[in-house]
């Protein structure tokens, strides 16, 4: 029993990786580091340097959205755990918060500010620090983003630690900064380290604690300062850790009564008071206040303008100098990217508040809006209500398209222009071509709405409906947009951060818009559906080809049936070109522009085929439908009296639906019946 006990956690032991963990555990004397320094220079990088390549470590893809060069950051999309916290649809704001780090790790001026990330509740702000936590985390385990830190050893002959023998660095320091200020620089040079895109800089000195136990030492030994790094330093690898707190800070406000500044800079030890005989030695103080604690990494301000003025000038030190000043002790200097977020509420607070002015002007402020395109919405509830969370429960084609729809509506400006709706808007905004509308009107557009994406509704309100629907319409097997913009219009009369009336009655009007919207879509589908046979397409393009070769050329054309030659049928022609909205006045120069596309592709020696040329695809699709739909009579399918015949045939159209479109049974005949009301009505668009 023993000996199988004894296999099974060998078999366990096996997974762990002992090269890595070694790697990860190294430890080696100062000489060893100095000529890890000489070899990866990289390693003495501040911590915005580290930051900032860590992003640009997972690459950078250009792109152009309206005539306007963009970068997208893959980082942003959350490799590290396979899309979990994936940021969608902010490529912009991203761009200007990684600006923003790149020109700090240059020295350019943003490293004595705090970055403040700004948008309404639900905007992604908090994910976006979680990304870069994480990436930092793991990026301080890899080759390219390894640091290194120190710990006095040999200590206790000294009585320097008490009866302890090694003293770690309590704030993680740079082992650099062990060489004295005054010939740092020099000795830098002398080393010739040089870094391929920053300068070797590390400023500062010692943290308190440190500088006691050098100073002392280098009394002991005399100023050789040599004999105080070969016999009482070791240089160990750093891994920074949330968890274990180590590099990575984070700070969340409490009520003000709650409130005390030693959460930021440390506190005494009293215990250690005795065993050091003062409350002023700096061995017995801790240095764990978040401050110290995020030190070489970033340090995190849950909702930073809820927090009380007396930390204000903590927090003014550590961004502007750098320093933080700790109870009893001299200034401290500290290395770390200080962000914060905060919602619209709390930043109007800030600009009211006049003792808060010095934290305005220390402020590098980042908007973060909603989404404003319907593509990039839909992934986040794609994301959450993923396969496995739906355990097998079907979500009906669109139902996350209409609840972004609506979602991005509520987040639009209503467009200054007379001529184009805020639904047209949308369009254009998710890259639909809209015909009268270049890039350059999105440009406008976008331009002249200066807060859009500021307010609206949070993706979280959606989420929590969808939710809902898929726990209360359980027995129907699936759901469909119907059920949630019911329930998402349901849901408004209780929303916590509606307060308006007016505002409340847009976005319930905003719902029959959608629903609007989503009639169409499905309408279109249908069609498309009952037109999808391709031979039926196929013969009815070489026939409109056929004439309007002839046309052209005033040629006959010959009857397939009589064998007879007859004029062009110039009815066929025009019942397809009307529903592209060509006009009788443009026909020629249509049909023309059809012919010199074909011959275009026989040069290059490709075939022309009915779904080459999309607007004629769909002019072929529309045709065919208005032919078949009174023979396979789908108005009849309300009626619930359908002949053998019909009913063969609307099942040969739910077999579409379901097969290349994404419906299932139940969604497919739904979808069928509602579309068949419409018809009944007579309520369809051409």
Not at 37 to 58: H, K
Not at 549 to 562: M, P
Not at 604 to 621: H, I, P, S, V
């Amino acid at each position: 029993m023993l000996k199988s006990q004894e296999s099974l956690v060998d078999r366990l032991a096996r997974l762990n990786d002992l090269e890595r963990f070694r790697e990860l555990s190294w430890e080696g004397s100062f000489e060893e580091y100095l000529h890890i320094v000489r070899e990866r220079p990289e390693v003495t990088r501040n911590a915005y340097q580290r930051l900032y390549d860590m992003i640009v470590s997972y690459g950078e893809e250009e792109y152009v959205d309206n005539k306007k060069r963009l970068v997208r950051y893959p980082f942003f999309q959350d490799p590290i755990e396979g899309g979990k916290d994936a940021i969608f649809g902010l490529d912009i704001p991203l761009m200007r918060l990684v600006a923003t780090l790149h020109a700090a790790a240059l020295g350019y001026g943003p490293e004595r500010r705090i970055i403040l990330l700004h948008g309404p509740v639900g905007s992604s702000k908090s994910t976006i620090v979680r990304l870069l936590k994480k990436g930092l985390e793991r990026y301080s385990r890899t080759p390219e983003g390894a640091l290194y830190t120190y710990k006095w050893v040999n200590l206790r002959e000294t009585g320097l630690a008490g009866d302890e023998d090694e003293f770690p660095s309590p704030m993680n320091e740079e082992p650099l900064k062990l060489i004295p200020e005054e010939w740092r620089d020099q000795a830098i040079r002398e080393l010739g380290i040089r870094h391929s895109r920053y300068p070797i800089s590390v400023p500062g000195s010692l943290n308190p604690a440190c500088r006691f136990i050098f100073r002392s030492l280098m009394e002991r030994y005399k100023g050789d300062w040599a004999k105080v790094v070969q016999r009482h330093i070791r240089i160990k690898r750093l891994v920074l850790s949330e968890k274990d707190r180590i590099g990575i800070g984070t700070f969340q406000p409490k009520d003000e009564k709650n409130q005390d500044s030693t959460e930021l800079t440390g506190d005494i030890n009293y215990r250690k008071i005795a065993e050091y005989g003062s409350d002023s030695d700096p061995r017995a103080f801790n240095f764990d206040g978040e401050f110290e604690v995020a030190n070489r990494g970033i340090l995190e301000f849950v909702e930073i303008l809820k927090l009380d003025v007396a930390f204000l000038y903590d927090l003014l030190g550590a961004t502007q100098e750098r320093k933080i000043k700790p109870k009893k002790f001299p200034q401290t200097d500290i290395d770390e990217v200080i962000i914060g977020h905060t919602n619209e509420a709390e930043y109007k607070r800030l600009l009211n508040n006049e003792f808060m002015e010095a934290l305005r002007d220390r402020t590098i402020k980042i908007d973060i809006p909603y989404i404003t395109k319907i593509s990039e919405e839909k992934k986040i509830y794609y994301k959450e209500f993923n396969e496995t969370r739906l355990r097998g429960k079907h979500v009906a084609p669109h139902t996350f398209e209409v609840a972004a729809m609506w979602a991005v509506l509520t987040r639009l400006e209503e467009p200054k222009k007379h001529n184009i709706s805020v639904v047209q808007k949308m369009k254009l905004y998710d890259g639909k071509m809209l015909p009268g509308f270049t890039q350059d009107n999105v440009k406008e557009l976008r331009k002249e709405a200066s807060r859009e994406g500021m307010d609206g509704i949070s993706p979280r309100y959606v989420q929590d409906k969808i939710s809902n629907v898929l726990v209360r319409e359980g027995a129907e097997g699936y759901i469909n947009p119907f059920m949630v913009l019911n329930e998402l219009e349901k849901g408004l009369a209780h929303h916590s951060l509606i307060s308006d009336p007016e505002v409340r009655k847009r976005y319930a009007e905003l719902i029959g818009v959608v629903r609007t919207e989503y009639e169409e879509i499905i309408k279109n589908e249908v069609q498309r559906a009952i037109s999808a046979d391709e031979e039926a397409i196929s013969r009815l393009c070489a026939n409109y080809i056929d004439n309007v070769r002839a046309y052209l050329l005033k040629e006959k054309v010959k009857n397939r049936y009589t064998g007879r030659d007859e004029e062009p049928d110039e009815r066929l022609m025009r019942s397809i070109e009307e529903k592209i909205d060509i006009p009788e006045s443009r026909k020629d120069d249509f049909r023309r522009e059809i012919m010199n596309y074909i011959g275009a592709l026989a040069i290059e020696g490709k075939k022309f085929t009915y779904d080459t040329n999309d607007r004629l695809r769909r002019a072929l699709e529309m045709k065919l439908f208005e032919d078949q739909k009174d023979s396979i009579k789908l108005s009849s399918f309300v009626s619930n009296v359908i002949d053998k015949e019909t009913q063969d045939k609307i099942d040969v159209i739910k077999e579409r639906l379901i097969k290349y479109y994404g419906y299932n049974e139940a969604s497919a005949k739904d979808v069928l019946s509602y579309v068949a009301s419409i018809f009944a009505r007579g309520d369809v668009k051409r």
